[in-house]
């Protein structure tokens, strides 16, 4: 420490739990079942601390598990498991009994905290868990076959706060989350203290998401998926309040919540707000609150971005990965698109974003040499920074870490001024002919038909051009449903000759990945056919 300089207090999860105690203990925080006060959630905090210590033996660096949807009990978790320098492991619950054994197994999870109606569920896998010791129920729910379960509830009431809390350190790790897999099998990722404080100031920027005290924040993005993006930390970083909608993602809660809660800034992946634009748009729902939802985990199309901005609500598209701790980017217009058209900046906002501050953004040839920045030249994106990972929990090596920076797998053009657009997943891009076609923007164009309801497009092998594109479409009205030659004639206005898909399918519905997004594995899996 050199003598004068400033201060250096640790940046940890415990400067985020004093500021929502202390400064903002009035806020309010509601879930499906009950609601209450930034204040009285602290004093619980402290009590289920206690709890994890000295009943149920938690020592720092210890992981805890939490098998849950969004709730206020959960939230408690978000601060109590890392206030003691323990490491919280969120488990995704949409996952297959064995995908879950082997995470938890593989995390050496100790206690396991689950939402009382997904007991049963517990009860499967529970035999196949080989480290935890104790099962606690948050909320209501029974299964004969776990006899023995702690009740969350309980444990706060039976214990004090807790006084003497450990000394943090910044560069612990305060919380491992998985990746869902949806390219390979599950791999942790372990994010530290300093990271996630970081990110909460970040997420609060106002060139960024911008959050504060007037807000009312609901993270649609479950607990499970990469710590909800971070919000779960921002929200009470910057006095707004928060909402928790249980295990009911259904348009019509999802709508009744952001109404009954005067809710104005939420988050998800584009299938939510797709889901709840109809109701938006039929004036069923009052969303005159909400200013602002932030859309990630997969593109959104033009086609969605653009109803949402003639309702009045901002849309802004968000990038990151599990591995980005999570959110990474945003598609705020930068000022050179200051005076365009409110059509143009559409476009604008359909691209992906500028980096946030703090991380760095780059694509390469693969080979980590530059690709230049003109907009045109595409490279793999390759990301660093204090909240980007180093490595995945508990492998040695991998191919995605390179000299500093992490290969994303994803696809990305970049302008001079650092705004990138994905181009695609490198293993969705259609490889036709020694060229490449991006599966996401034909998603893009296709989603603008107005028959088509949800569309996807994979590429299948070809055995003059290696692989082509198939458009897999639900049809709006199954009466009516498109013909290839429709779509083709619809594509053909917007991209060149050689990207129009060979072949359709029109299908009741477009496979999902747990966290909601296409299901391309699965897609091509059952797409069973050669081309010529
Ligand atoms: P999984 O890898 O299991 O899908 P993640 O949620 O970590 O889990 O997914 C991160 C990936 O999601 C990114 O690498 C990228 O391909 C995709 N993604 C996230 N946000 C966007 C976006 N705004 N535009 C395009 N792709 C996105």
């Known amino acids: ?19 929502m105690r202390g400064v903002y ?33 938690v020592r720092p660096g210890d992981r805890v598990a939490t098998f849950g949807f969004n709730s206020i009990r959960h939230f408690e978790l978000y601060f109590a498991v890392p206030l003691v320098g323990a490491v919280l492991h969120t488990v995704n619950v949409r996952l297959f009994d064995e995908q879950i054994a082997w995470i938890v197994n593989h995390a050496q999870d100790r206690v396991l905290f689950a939402d009382g109606s997904l007991l049963a569920q517990v009860a499967g896998f529970a035999g196949k868990l080989e480290t935890v010791e104790h099962v606690v129920r948050m909320g209501h729910g029974a299964d ?22 450990p000394e943090l350190d910044e560069d612990a790790a305060f919380g491992l989350c998985y990746t ?25 920027m106002t060139g960024h998401i911008g959050i504060d005290e007037s807000d009312v924040v609901f993270p649609v993005v479950p607990m499970f998926h990469a710590f909800a993006w971070g919000l779960p930390y921002a929200a009470p970083l910057a006095g707004a309040e928060l909402v928790f909608h249980g295990a009911d993602s259904s348009p019509d809660n999802l709508g009744r919540i952001i109404e009954q809660h005067a809710v104005t800034l939420s988050a998800g992946v584009p299938t939510i707000w797709k889901s709840l634009l109809p109701a ?22 033009r086609a969605l971005i653009e109803p949402y901005d003639r309702l ?39 691209h992906t974003g500028t980096i946030f501050a703090g991380l760095q953004a780059r694509i390469t040839d693969g080979d980590g040499r530059p690709v230049p920045n003109d907009g045109v030249a595409v490279g793999e994106l390759e990301v660093r920074g204090p909240w980007i990972a180093a490595a995945y929990y508990g492998v040695d090596a991998d191919e995605r870490f390179n000299d500093g920076w992490l290969r994303t797998g994803d696809v990305a053009t970049m302008d001079p001024d650092g705004m990138f657009r994905i181009v695609d997943r490198a293993k969705d891009l259609v490889k036709s002919g020694g060229e490449w076609i991006s599966s996401v923007e034909l998603e893009g164009h296709l989603l603008a038909h107005p028959a088509v309801a949800d569309a996807a497009v994979v590429g299948v092998p070809s055995r003059r051009w290696d692989e082509r594109p ?43 990945t747990s966290v909601g997004k296409l299901d391309k594995k699965v897609l091509r899996s059952r797409i069973d056919t050669v081309l010529d």
């Open 470 to 512: 198939v458009a897999v479409v639900v049809p709006v009205d199954p009466a009516a449903a498109p013909s290839l030659e429709d779509v083709r004639g619809f594509l053909r206005e917007r991209v060149v000759s050689w990207w129009l898909p060979d072949a359709l399918e029109v299908v009741e519905e477009i496979p999902k």
């Open 312 to 350: 009045g609500i901002e849309y802004l598209q968000v990038w990151g990965m599990t591995e980005t701790g999570p959110l990474a980017c945003a598609s705020r217009p930068r000022r050179r698109h200051r005076g365009l058209s409110r059509d143009e900046l559409l476009d604008v906002r359909a």
């Open 25 to 57: 203990a009035d806020g309010r925080v509601a879930d499906h079942e009950w609601e209450t006060t930034y204040g009285e959630v602290a004093d619980r905090i402290l009590r289920l601390a206690k709890a994890l210590t000295e009943e149920l033996g």
């Open 280 to 301: 938006l748009e039929a004036g069923e729902v009052d969303a005159s609150s909400l200013r602002l939802v932030f859309v990630g985990g997969a593109a959104s199309p």
């Open 144 to 165: 004969e076959r776990l006899p023995t379960v702690f009740d969350h509830d309980e444990l706060i009431a039976a214990n004090d706060p807790l006084e003497d809390r």
């Open 180 to 204: 869902s897999g949806t390219t390979g099998d599950p791999k942790g990722v372990l994010y530290s203290h300093r990271g996630m404080t970081l990110h909460s100031l970040a997420a609060c």
């Open 1 to 19: 420490m050199i003598p004068g300089l400033l201060q250096r207090t640790p940046l940890t999860l415990d400067m985020v739990f004093e500021r």
